[in-house]
């Protein structure tokens, strides 16, 4: 059984851009027909209805982008136009309309509060989000101040909510370990290791923690503050001392044993950024509380507004010919649906078709087709994968689709086109051409089960900061030294919140430079400044680790299953990028070829 089948889903999703399904509760909302609109331009509103994009002189039309648009993305946007239609009347029912001078006063006010201009705070949401004007406008802002006034009692920030972001943002924190499990006698006797030598935590916490992520680095998890989280949890934190360990307590469904490190003193923000500070704050308080308003909101809505969703219910499809949904004595056709989908998801939904045209000519090139048989094994493979097996051992794949369609809010038609097909077609297309040289299993052993280098970092932006820091690090010559300049400057998250520490480099890696130097290293050396991908790093080794594997052929099913799927996930990638050089390909929609 492939050990990383689901590494394809995700390659092959990249190669698609419809996997944005899960928005934000605002970004969710739909573009809405208020003033603030402007009217779309005659020639961009009707060029291009029959044909949107031509690939390799293959057309694809308006009605294949609605069809896939309206699939993937119908049942977002019939929310939001549902709950377009209910924010429109309760506004008007309450007489709160935001204005259009309110709207550019609110962008205004949000752009100053990043530190831009108008101009360069739109110009940010059209590169990083691809959002125009209008659609922030429409879909964002006007949205927003009017579920504001909607909700205004339920949304007021008062001073002790404000107290207790603040002091969650620049208050006291406690730098720990944790030692996580999931089986309570696994912690009891952790735990009673732990309180009998304190000093063995960290070793602890890397041999036996389960939570990878911080047993790689002794058990060293971020700073825990004050309301936060759990609040038990942080009263049993504030209440140790430098060393001391916490009772076994439980974290969802798994326990953990927490061990103070040190106590961080408040960071209080810089005299001149406390108004911009207090802003913030109050701004995240408020779309918090407003988050869960909006819900109780548009649910008294939708009851005293007679909401009848058709989309998706076959017996109401069936009575209402051509509607997606009644509101009250209102209804939206499918026709307005696909359009609206068209016009807020259609340029990610038609790169996906051109994708997908462009696989499906290099299938029928090399002479390779996709039959069901090939979907269905693609299908018990990833449901093996995770776990989904009948008593006898074979694939449930009913109930693996049942459970992928439920978290992903997608059909299985939906599921099998966007993820399935993709990833059968590209391993189809690039399987017959992997071999695996004794030079790939070499590699491979030394990237699983060779040594580990065992190091403490600090991440650098620029060269001239490096040379300082490198400087006092080298003068420093400890290992606390060390430590308390990462914390000080390294940009690096994990690096500056764990004194350096850092998950153990392991050889061919992908990170060359870093390697070369980690393992040239002596332990208590000091490495010079490394220049990769932009940054400016700097090693000081504590050791190797010792490998707990040492004879190849003990692993070797295992190895060459690594093998074979990183090599197919790398010709995946080849192949993709020769099949567009390949391919010409008109996009109507984004006026680009």
Known sequence: MPLSTVRFHALTRSCRRWIGRVATMLLCLAPLAIALSTPTPATAQNANQGIVAVVNAQPIT???????????????????????????AACEQNNCQPTREEVDAEIKRMAAKFGFSVEQYIGLLQKERDITLRQYQTEIIWPMLALRRLAQEQVEVTQEEFNMAYHARFGEAVKCRVIDVKDRAKAEKLHQQATAEPKTFAKLAKQYSEDETSASVGGLIPPIRRHTGDAKL??????????????????????????????????????????????QLYDDIRDQKMRSASGKIFAELQKQAQVKIVLGNAELETQNPGVAARVGAKQITIAQLTEQCIDRNGKEVLEALITR???????????????????????????SLYGHVRQDGSADMDSWLRKVTADTAISRKVYVEDDV??????????????????????????????????????????????????????????????????????????????RGKV???????????????????????????????????????????????????????????????????????????????????????????
């Open 503 to 593: 998950p153990p480099i392991q050889r061919f890696g992908g990170q060359p430079a870093i390697e070369k130097e980690a393992f040239a290293l002596k332990p208590g050396e000091l490495s010079g400044i490394i220049a990769t991908n932009g940054q400016y790093v700097i090693l000081r080794l504590q050791g190797f680790t010792k490998p707990v594997v040492t004879d190849p052929a003990e692993v070797k099913d295992q190895l060459e299953e690594y093998i074979r799927v990183r090599k197919l996930k790398i010709a995946i990638g080849k192949e993709m990028d020769r099949i567009r050089k390949a391919s010409e390909v008109d996009n109507f929609l984004a006026a680009k070829s």
């Open 62 to 88: 308006r009605n294949e982008l609605g069809k896939a648009a309206l699939d993937r993305f119908g049942t977002i946007v019939l929310d939001n136009m549902v709950n377009k239609h209910l924010i429109l």
């Open 357 to 383: 045209r462009m696989v499906e000519q290099a299938l029928k090139q090399a002479g390779k087709q996709i039959t069901d048989a090939d979907l269905q094994k693609e299908i018990a493979e990833v449901a």
């Open 234 to 279: 942080e009263d049993a934190v504030f209440a140790l001392k430098d060393g001391e360990v916490s009772p076994i307590m439980m974290l969802g469904d798994r326990w953990i044993i927490l061990q103070a490190v040190r106590r961080i003193p408040a960071t209080p923000p810089p005299p001149n950024a406390i108004d911009q500070v207090k802003e």
């Open 421 to 498: 097909w993709p990833t059968t077609a590209m391993k189809k297309l690039v399987s017959d051409k992997i071999t695996i040289t004794d030079e790939d299993r070499q590699r491979g052993f030394q990237t699983h089960y060779g040594p580990r280098a065992e190091v403490l970092a600090i991440v650098l932006s620029d060269q001239r900061t490096a040379e300082n820091v490198w400087k006092a690090a080298r003068d420093g010559k400890t290992e606390e030294t060390f430590g308390r300049l990462a914390e000080r400057h390294s940009v690096e998250p994990v690096s500056a919140s764990n």
